[in-house]
């Protein structure tokens, strides 16, 4: 089963313009982690959020985490076409596995 | 430092035989997971291996077994092949194991199908 769902499925946006991908999970969590995958291959990790954090930047990245509402969104400022790519947000709880969502599909045309 | 390999990166089966996926960790990884994605899914959590002991498990039959070896390595075996084993496999390693904090290194994956 996933535990993360994002929002939207799919994205497509002009180079230079922001994304912002959602992800709704529904346990607890001691962090969320958020994954890129370009097409059939590995994921690569993106930037990690603890359960106290808010906010999280990294570069052109900031992640928000809201565990009340359990949701969190991830932004890419000043798009790229190299960022064109499936986003997976990945919920991790008290024991040892990772669950990941279905993704989100952006598509930056150049 | 080297990164996560897998092999082979892709295999072509038949329904009911027997396969064996490999996976090399990230030097000084001690912990790898194996994940399986179909095709627009997202990865789905297969088993986790820490210090060659299988740490957890998600819902898969146990047709789905795994090894560590002691440079942390792993094998995924998947006995009695079915159509829908057809996926993406991926092999991820990280530092630490139990606690589901450490970031994953992904592998790119063995695409498996199952005719």
């Known amino acids: 089963s996933q535990q993360g769902e994002e929002d939207p499925q799919a994205l497509s946006i002009q180079e230079g313009e922001n994304a912002t991908m959602n992800c709704s999970y529904k346990t607890s969590i001691n962090n969320l982690q958020w994954y890129r995958q370009n097409s059939g291959r590995g994921l690569v990790h993106l930037i990690l959020i603890r359960s106290n954090e808010r906010e999280k930047h990294s570069g052109r990245l900031r992640v928000t985490l809201d565990t009340s509402k359990k949701s969190s969104s991830l932004l890419i400022t000043a798009s790229r076409a190299a960022d064109t790519a499936s986003y997976f947000c990945a919920t991790g709880g008290s024991n040892y596995k990772l669950t990941f969502g279905k993704g989100t599909l952006l598509t930056v045309n150049p | 430092e080297t990164g996560v390999t897998q092999s082979p990166t892709h295999l072509i089966k038949t329904r009911g035989q027997q396969v064996t996926l490999r996976c090399s960790s990230q030097?000084?990884?001690?912990?790898v997971s194996w994940y399986q994605q179909a095709l627009g899914q997202g990865p789905q959590f297969i088993f986790q291996y820490y210090r060659e002991e299988e740490n957890g498990r998600g819902n898969f039959p146990p047709r789905f077994s795994g090894l560590q070896f002691p440079n942390y390595s792993s094998e995924l075996n998947v006995n009695a092949l079915e159509l829908d084993d057809s996926a993406l496999y991926l092999c991820?390693?990280?530092?630490?194991?139990?606690?589901?904090?450490?970031?994953?290194?992904f592998g790119n994956g063995t695409r498996l199908t199952v005719t």
């Open positions: 991820a390693s990280s530092l630490g194991g139990r606690n589901g904090l450490s970031p994953l290194h």
């Open positions: 030097s000084g990884h001690n912990t």
